[in-house]
């Protein structure tokens, strides 16, 4: 037992001491040839994973980009200095999923309990959203008595208008997208507020515009509106059961409360019918979109408004599922995966997330699950490919939705959400309103997008593993999909809670409605 003390004391002593040997890393200037080094090793990487990297750059442009930036480098510099340097580079790709990010501090087991104990990081009280060139608070989960929709006039002191140009430079959307920025960085200011100063935000002096003058709050960590400061109901095994169900159908988000997908009918007799995607990640979509579309067919639903708006994106299986809803013809879905070579996905990160005993089996699955991915691949005129179940020829389901479908998109509608949009406008099934999508019409490079991180500055890249495109093309290189109706909302609009594309859908579907009825007589 003693013996078993001093191993666990031991192995605890060196976890602390190695967490403070890395954020002391993190502070510290980093000699100017080991910068270069991460320099050199950052593209490096990029050439051996990335399989689509000289599509929106031509390879001497790139190399160009490379090769200035190592010899812009002639003082030390932090990893966080570094990051900001790197992401302009990298962004010149033109490609959303891949992404640099600086490594922040680390903290220990006890210090994660005492900061749990103070409760929700500041950032996380609130929803954010850019429009008009201001940024405005969409929801307040915080104590404090602040109204939705009112204007951040700065943060710490710092204006959202004078960071946001700062972000962009930074971040990539797909190709030559623009829409991307203001909607991706608006919904994630405090994503990016976080990584330019390069730690976690406990404290954040909020100056609003309240009634025409400003106002200062003061927002720390709290436990307001957690778990920890409301009743638990008792729930019989059953119920709990029952819960858990229904949550993970609808796709139940913990931190803010609300469900990831709902289905609900905008009129008396059902004849239309509005299905919210936020994402397609979490929870048992398939049980949702099987019950949906069951109610719809049901209900002999005739208008279907799908909405993808501020959608990131997600699993490439739940978007496959909800289109095999959406269309009467056998169809595929999207092409085989493009890949830099036959072991591209060996670098995929495997064992992400699993526990110990999750790790153990998928130990014994590694001699399976490697080879499987190494033989499914193929050459064909110095392209790599590699083949998927979503590539090959599917049927429709049987209660497919064949009435006038409508999608809602806009710059946040990214990844996934275009993946699917491209099928859908590229044989003309649904009725696009909004604005272009951040996610580019003929396909973006992801799949799998393992970590990487440059062994000096500690900063990390995401990189894609392989292009996922949909089976419809565009001939616009990097673009994403263009609304058939396009419908920029204003601040007005959300002050006074008007959803402008929405609203138009409706006013088309009425205009529709009053045509028929006209025509309905003169064919008796």
């Given at each position: 037992?003693?013996?078993?003390?001093?191993?666990?004391?031991?192995?605890?002593?060196?976890?602390?001491?190695?967490?403070?040997?890395?954020?002391?890393?993190?502070?510290?200037?980093?000699?100017?040839?080991?910068?270069?080094?991460?320099?050199?090793?950052?593209?490096?990487?990029?050439?051996?994973?990335?399989?689509?990297?000289?599509?929106?750059?031509?390879?001497?442009?790139?190399?160009?980009?490379?090769?200035?930036?190592?010899?812009?480098?002639?003082?030390?510099?932090?990893?966080?200095?570094?990051?900001?340097?790197?992401?302009?580079?990298?962004?010149?790709?033109?490609?959303?999923?891949?992404?640099?990010?600086?490594?922040?501090?680390?903290?220990?087991?006890?210090?994660?309990?005492?900061?749990?104990?103070?409760?929700?990081?500041?950032?996380?009280?609130?929803?954010?959203?850019?429009?008009?060139?201001?940024?405005?608070?969409?929801?307040?989960?915080?104590?404090?008595?602040?109204?939705?929709?009112?204007?951040?006039?700065?943060?710490?002191?710092?204006?959202?208008?004078?960071?946001?140009?700062?972000?962009?430079?930074?971040?990539?959307?797909?190709?030559?997208?623009?829409?991307?920025?203001?909607?991706?960085?608006?919904?994630?200011?405090?994503?990016?507020?976080?990584?330019?100063?390069?730690?976690?935000?406990?404290?954040?002096?909020?100056?609003?515009?309240?009634?025409?003058?400003?106002?200062?709050?003061?927002?720390?960590?709290?436990?307001?509106?957690?778990?920890?400061?409301?009743?638990?109901?008792?729930?019989?095994?059953?119920?709990?059961?029952?819960?858990?169900?229904?949550?993970?159908?609808?796709?139940?988000?913990?931190?803010?409360?609300?469900?990831?997908?709902?289905?609900?009918?905008?009129?008396?007799?059902?004849?239309?019918?509005?299905?919210?995607?936020?994402?397609?990640?979490?929870?048992?979509?398939?049980?949702?979109?099987?019950?949906?579309?069951?109610?719809?067919?049901?209900?002999?639903?005739?208008?279907?408004?799908?909405?993808?708006?501020?959608?990131?994106?997600?699993?490439?299986?739940?978007?496959?599922?909800?289109?095999?809803?959406?269309?009467?013809?056998?169809?595929?879905?999207?092409?085989?995966?493009?890949?830099?070579?036959?072991?591209?996905?060996?670098?995929?990160?495997?064992?992400?997330?699993?526990?110990?005993?999750?790790?153990?089996?998928?130990?014994?699955?590694?001699?399976?699950?490697?080879?499987?991915?190494?033989?499914?691949?193929?050459?064909?005129?110095?392209?790599?490919?590699?083949?998927?179940?979503?590539?090959?020829?599917?049927?429709?389901?049987?209660?497919?939705?064949?009435?006038?479908?409508?999608?809602?998109?806009?710059?946040?509608?990214?990844?996934?959400?275009?993946?699917?949009?491209?099928?859908?406008?590229?044989?003309?099934?649904?009725?696009?309103?909004?604005?272009?999508?951040?996610?580019?019409?003929?396909?973006?490079?992801?799949?799998?997008?393992?970590?990487?991180?440059?062994?000096?500055?500690?900063?990390?890249?995401?990189?894609?593993?392989?292009?996922?495109?949909?089976?419809?093309?565009?001939?616009?290189?990097?673009?994403?999909?263009?609304?058939?109706?396009?419908?920029?909302?204003?601040?007005?609009?959300?002050?006074?809670?008007?959803?402008?594309?929405?609203?138009?859908?409706?006013?088309?579907?009425?205009?529709?409605?009053?045509?028929?009825?006209?025509?309905?007589p003169q064919n008796k």
């Amino acid at each position: 037992m003693k013996n078993i003390i001093i191993l666990f004391g031991t192995l605890f002593l060196f976890s602390c001491q190695s967490i403070k040997k890395f954020n002391q890393q993190l502070t510290a200037p980093i000699a100017v040839d080991k910068l270069q080094k991460d320099v050199d090793y950052s593209y490096q990487k990029l050439k051996q994973l990335h399989p689509k990297l000289y599509w929106y750059i031509s390879k001497e442009k790139l190399d160009y980009k490379f090769d200035s930036l190592k010899k812009a480098i002639q003082q030390p510099m932090t990893g966080l200095a570094f990051y900001k340097e790197l992401s302009q580079v990298v962004k010149s790709v033109g490609q959303g999923h891949l992404s640099v990010s600086p490594s922040l501090p680390k903290f220990t087991k006890k210090e994660i309990q005492v900061l749990t104990k103070k409760g929700k990081l500041p950032f996380l009280q609130f929803d954010f959203e850019y429009i008009d060139n201001k940024l405005i608070i969409s929801k307040n989960r915080s104590r404090h008595n602040i109204k939705e929709n009112t204007e951040v006039v700065s943060i710490n002191s710092e204006r959202p208008s004078d960071l946001i140009p700062i972000y962009s430079k930074r971040i990539a959307s797909d190709g030559f997208n623009t829409t991307f920025y203001s909607t991706y960085l608006g919904k994630h200011f405090g994503t990016y507020f976080t990584l330019d100063k390069g730690k976690v935000q406990d404290s954040l002096q909020l100056l609003l515009k309240l009634d025409g003058k400003d106002s200062l709050f003061v927002v720390k960590r709290d436990t307001f509106g957690s778990n920890s400061n409301q009743k638990k109901l008792k729930l019989s095994k059953k119920e709990r059961k029952e819960k858990a169900k229904f949550n993970s159908k609808y796709g139940f988000n913990s931190l803010t409360k609300t469900f990831t997908r709902e289905l609900k009918f905008l009129d008396k007799d059902s004849l239309t019918a509005m299905m919210s995607i936020k994402a397609f990640s979490n929870g048992n979509s398939h049980d949702f979109y099987e019950d949906a579309f069951n109610q719809l067919s049901e209900a002999n639903t005739k208008n279907l408004i799908i909405d993808l708006r501020n959608n990131g994106g997600g699993r490439l299986n739940e978007i496959a599922d909800l289109y095999s809803y959406l269309v009467s013809e056998p169809y595929v879905f999207i092409d085989d995966y493009e890949v830099v070579s036959k072991t591209s996905f060996l670098h995929m990160n495997y064992f992400k997330g699993s526990g110990y005993i999750t790790k153990f089996f998928k130990i014994l699955g590694a001699p399976i699950f490697y080879p499987l991915f190494y033989f499914k691949t193929r050459k064909e005129e110095n392209v790599t490919y590699l083949s998927n179940r979503h590539s090959k020829l599917c049927n429709p389901k049987p209660n497919n939705f064949k009435g006038k479908m409508y999608v809602l998109i806009n710059g946040g509608s990214f990844s996934a959400s275009s993946i699917i949009s491209s099928n859908l406008k590229s044989n003309q099934r649904a009725f696009f309103v909004g604005k272009e999508t951040g996610g580019a019409y003929n396909g973006t490079v992801a799949a799998q997008i393992p970590l990487v991180q440059l062994p000096n500055s500690k900063v990390n890249l995401r990189i894609g593993l392989a292009l996922v495109s949909a089976t419809g093309k565009t001939n616009i290189e990097g673009r994403g999909i263009f609304p058939d109706k396009e419908i920029s909302p204003t601040l007005d609009d959300r002050k006074n809670n008007i959803d402008p594309e929405l609203t138009w859908i409706l006013e088309d579907i009425r205009r529709e409605k009053e045509v028929e009825l006209l025509i309905k007589p003169q064919n008796k």
